[in-house]
């Protein structure tokens, strides 16, 4: 019955933070956002991406013989010329360590639920279901919606993470389809939305005040990243904004990690803020206080929470 496939770069078994219960987690691979701090840049490109983890190389050197760019060198280990790799894949196919491994690939509706449906039982007696996630689902339209219709059949509760960057023709294909929204807010401004995230914001709040209005199941979560959004005027023009929702689950602070930053590192690419470090307790309750100074529900944990 289902038709589509669409590209994902990983499937999350039991996964506790990704809405209510045990879930599993299914990363969409494409985003149209390009967040100074995304902790999955191997989800941001549509396509396969080659990643090469240096820790892993055991010097085999095959991968050297079957490059057809010549993009792989030897200096006191394996390096890769970024420049010249075009993401073929010969390399990972020769790799037997696990150094070099291809992320990105292609699934049918039928095979993904397959999957899925592994972990039903846990859902079942966790109040759990299915994430998606990314990257971006909302790109992959046709796909999402059909995942979602899978998953109405088979009763799995379903939730969607989105950045909410999105026409709302696509929020209108799926939000009757969609049991919870993870919804990023990063910033309200829109000049430094802009900056630090290559798009506007305008009608990522635009799709967040139609959602609420329709009264959609949602809960904000706000990134903290020190030095660009921890601030007092954005902090109280974000919390300003979700006060005025008509209809809003609640909202879950998001602080910022460094577990990303090897992947920069295995994709060969440049990470922006490598001057930033976590955001303190104190910071991180500030903020909190903040926010339910202006009523709204902050949510810590999804332990035990069900929707």
């Known amino acids: 019955m289902y038709k589509s496939s669409g590209t994902i770069f990983d499937v999350k078994r039991y996964a ?4 209510p219960g045990i879930r599993t987690a299914v990363f969409f691979k494409g985003c149209p956002l390009k967040c100074s ?4 840049p191997e989800g941001q490109n549509i396509l396969p991406q080659l990643m090469f983890r240096a820790n892993r ?4 050197n095959e991968c050297m013989q079957v490059c057809p760019q010549g993009a792989i060198s030897w200096v006191e280990g394996s390096v890769t010329n970024w420049n010249t790799c075009d993401d073929c894949g010969k390399c990972a196919e020769v790799c037997k360590a696990g150094g070099r491994e291809m992320v990105g690939r292609l699934v049918q509706v039928h095979n993904l639920m397959e999957e899925i449906e592994k972990d039903m039982v846990f859902y079942d007696q966790s109040g759990g279901g299915v994430t998606f996630t990314g990257g971006e689902p909302m790109l992959q339209k046709e796909f999402l919606h059909q995942m979602l219709l899978a998953c109405k059949e088979r009763e799995i509760h379903t939730t969607v993470d989105t950045s909410g960057y999105a026409s709302w023709e696509r929020f209108e294909l799926i939000y009757p389809l969609t049991e919870l929204f993870l919804y990023d807010l990063k910033l309200m401004d829109e000049t430094k939305h802009k900056h630090y995230t290559s ?3 305008r009608m990522i709040l635009d799709n967040l005040r139609k959602l609420s209005r329709e ?3 949602i809960i ?3 990134p903290l990243i020190p030095g660009i959004n921890d601030d007092d005027e954005n902090i109280i023009a974000s919390a300003e904004f979700l006060a005025g929702l008509p209809f809003l689950d609640g909202v879950e602070l998001m602080p910022y990690h460094e577990i990303g930053l090897a992947k920069y590192q295995a994709l060969g690419l440049d990470y922006q803020l490598e001057e930033i470090h976590p955001p303190t307790r104190e910071l991180i309750e500030k903020v909190e206080h903040v926010l339910i100074g202006y009523r709204l529900p ?3 944990h999804f332990s035990g929470r069900t929707l």
């Open 199 to 201: 798009v506007s914001n």
């Open 57 to 60: 190389c055991k010097g085999f």
């Open 220 to 222: 904000v979560r706000m």
């Open 215 to 217: 009264k959609a199941h």
């Open 37 to 40: 701090w995304c902790h999955n």
């Open 298 to 300: 902050v949510i810590k």
């Open 16 to 19: 506790i933070n990704d809405g």
